[in-house]
């Protein structure tokens, strides 16, 4: 059965957010704010927070140099990945994906279905790998990173969870999952 096995050591990541926002700053960003109080309050190390207006060349720039660089495991955006014409994140992210992991999108759209119902049709939500770092694109509400972090990345990000989760194929942890 799926769930936190408590009798394994907990492994934590190294965590970048980035917030992708033409109004926000480190004051009123409540979406980056949630998911660093949520990586923290789980035992996960804060590896750098940044917030970027919505430009493809700008959010490329951040993701490019976090995902070169060894300390950093899991990179967190929020924001950018509507439908507003300044929405750019998944265009800007998508061409340095080295894989692609569509799950992402298919199950924190079956978690967010039960909060919003069908209005996550409106998130281009996206998650791969870029190098060895692993990147997760975010809306940008507060609601919708609750949603990504309670109903997905809490368990994936744990190296407790079994039959086995995502820390298993960062680098540093490869091979703890059986």
């Not at 970027?52 to 924001?79: K, Q």
């Amino acid at each position: 059965m799926a769930g936190i096995d408590e009798s394994l050591p907990f492994h934590p990541l190294n965590i970048a957010v980035l917030t992708v926002s033409d109004t926000r700053s480190v004051e009123n960003d409540t979406s980056g704010g949630l998911l660093t109080a949520r990586l923290q309050a789980a035992g996960h190390v804060l590896a750098d927070r940044r917030i970027v207006t919505d430009d493809i060349d700008a959010i490329r720039a951040v993701v490019g140099a976090w995902a070169g660089d060894p300390g950093i495991d899991i990179i967190l955006t929020t924001g950018g990945t509507g439908f507003s014409p300044r929405d750019v994140t998944p265009e800007a992210v998508t061409p340095l994906l080295r894989r692609n992991m569509e799950g992402f999108a298919v199950v924190f759209h079956q978690f967010s279905l039960g909060t919003v119902g069908v209005s996550t049709l409106q998130s281009r939500a996206l998650a791969g790998q870029i190098g060895d770092a692993f990147i997760f694109c975010i809306p940008g509400s507060t609601g919708a990173c609750r949603d990504a972090w309670d109903g997905v990345l809490a368990q994936e990000l744990d190296s407790r969870f079994r039959p086995c989760s995502l820390v298993g194929q960062v680098p540093r942890y490869r091979g703890i999952c059986p």
